[in-house]
């Protein structure tokens, strides 16, 4: 079936740095797509969220770009803090579908 | 805190039992969707209610089921339980009226240990 994956498992990066995490996806047919971070212990957190009609959405120190000529979607934090050390995902959502297609996740681990 | 509260926290079970979860939704929220989470891995859709009734489901067997109740909020129950049951299971309310993005919260889940 088609699924949404990951590139990376694991990110490690320097506090201060701008960290980019990376998704691909197969489903072109999806209205939303969402990217999500967990925390040990806790449900997934909304971070951002995208259109399938738009290209590029930034938030505080967030910026998803969506890119559907290569189904890939990417994350992009500036200025990455230790508290932003967790496991991402990226989602789809499909309207008809009611439903949220979660990707493997990426660990992003920050060094102080 | 996103409003959304599951019940309990952690649950160990003997394989073959049945198991009842619980969430409450957010408030003004008249959707609720179930997850499982396999260590390690992203979430699964198990499915979704809305107005009490199942509103779309993923690829889990009949002994998945659920009910939500006229307060929206709902109930996963499974029966005979399986080893691979073992799990973190998400609650996920949002809006059916406003989609999902922004307006859908999860809880902090339930931590299910089949043994």
């Known amino acids: 079936g088609e699924n949404v994956g990951l590139h990376l498992p694991t990110l490690s990066v320097q506090e201060g740095d701008n960290s980019i995490i990376n998704c691909a996806y197969s489903?072109?047919?999806?209205?939303?797509f969402i990217w999500y971070k967990q925390e040990s212990g806790k449900g997934p957190q909304f971070i951002i969220d995208?259109?399938?009609?738009?290209d590029k959405r930034q938030g505080q120190r967030v910026t998803v770009l969506l890119n559907k000529t290569v189904k890939h979607l990417s994350l992009q934090i500036a200025a990455t803090q230790p508290g932003d050390s967790a496991v991402y995902f990226c989602?789809?959502?499909?309207?008809?579908?009611?439903?949220?297609?979660f990707g493997g996740g990426t660990r992003l681990m920050v060094k102080p | 805190e996103t409003g959304v509260t599951q019940s309990p926290t952690h649950l160990i079970k003997t394989r073959g039992q049945q198991v009842t979860l619980r969430c409450s939704s957010q408030?003004?929220?008249?959707?609720v969707s179930w997850y499982q989470q396999a260590l390690g891995q992203g979430p699964q859709f198990i499915f979704q209610?809305?107005?009490?009734?199942?509103?779309g489901r993923g690829n889990f067997p009949p002994r998945f089921s659920g009910l939500q109740f006229p307060n929206y909020s709902s109930e996963l129950n499974v029966n005979a339980l399986e080893l691979d049951d073992s799990a973190l299971y998400l609650c996920?309310?949002?809006?059916?009226?406003?989609?999902?993005?922004?307006?859908?919260?999860f809880g902090q889940g339930t931590r299910l240990t089949v043994v």
């Open positions: 995208i259109r399938s009609n738009m």
């Open positions: 209610y809305y107005r009490e009734e199942e509103n």
């Open positions: 489903n072109s047919a999806s209205d939303y």
């Open positions: 408030s003004g929220h008249n959707t």
């Open positions: 989602a789809e959502y499909t309207n008809a579908g009611n439903m949220l297609t």
């Open positions: 996920a309310s949002s809006s059916v009226n406003r989609g999902w993005g922004t307006e859908a919260f």
